[in-house]
């Protein structure tokens, strides 16, 4: 097997291990390969391992990159989800070529994404990102300002506002990497909570890295965005 192989099934018995732990179903956390910075042979290494769900930051970088992997003739589709900063010049080329986008956190960008999905393509699938440690210069919309983001993009037609998504920032030890990620599940919980319309799929939480999945996991997390456990360290010369 090769060594993504070997890693993709270490990372799957981490997420077993950790939804033991929490008492949770093997099953309730997905995990999405972040592929950034590495090439279309890694993406197809990973596949042809089974995995089929791809995250990339860099949208030019993976849009080139999805181009070389849809010639490849892999036995199933790869879903590709969008985890970096979405700018307002960078919409389109995220409506037209990811399924997912997990860093939604103003109305404006929502707006542009469900304007411009393409109408032979199903609904983007979106994440709001949140900012629970609240650097005022980090991506990402207040906790406290989330429902009402929520209620706005749960109306635009060609979005499905799919869950949660944060980054916390690094944190000492399990304690206080789970603490960060409660304050992101408890946002969920809020919104999900809190009956506005267009929620009927609302059940994501996108939380948790390769250095902090099992706290992730620990606070609810159902999707693990995992890159260096998969894939290896990155250089960043090569991210586009
Ligand atoms: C790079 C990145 C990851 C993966 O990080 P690793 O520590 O390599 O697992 C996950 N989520 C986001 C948003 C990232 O930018």
Known sequence: MTTIGNNLQHVQSRIARAC????????????????KTFGPEAVRDAALAGQCAFGENYIQEAVEKMAVV?????PRPLQWHCIGPIQSNKTRLVAEHFDWAHTV????????????????LPPLMVCLQVNVDGG???????PGEALALAEAVARLPRL?????????????DFEAQ????HRAAAVFD??????VAGLEQFDTLSLGMTGDLEAAVA???TLVRVGSGIFGARSYARAG
């Open 190 to 195: 809020q919104i999900k909570a809190s009956g």
């Open 178 to 181: 789970r603490a960060l990620h």
């Open 70 to 74: 849809a010639d490849m003739q892999l």
């Open 105 to 120: 956190d103003r109305l404006k960008i929502a707006q542009r994404l469900s304007e411009q999905r393409p109408a032979h």
């Open 160 to 172: 499905v506002l799919r869950g949660i998504m944060s980054i916390p920032d690094d944190a000492p």
């Open 136 to 142: 005022p210069t980090k991506s990402g919309v207040a």
């Open 20 to 35: 033991a732990a929490a008492g949770r179903p093997a099953d309730a956390v997905a995990l999405l390969a972040v592929s």
């Open 219 to 221: 606070a609810g997390s």
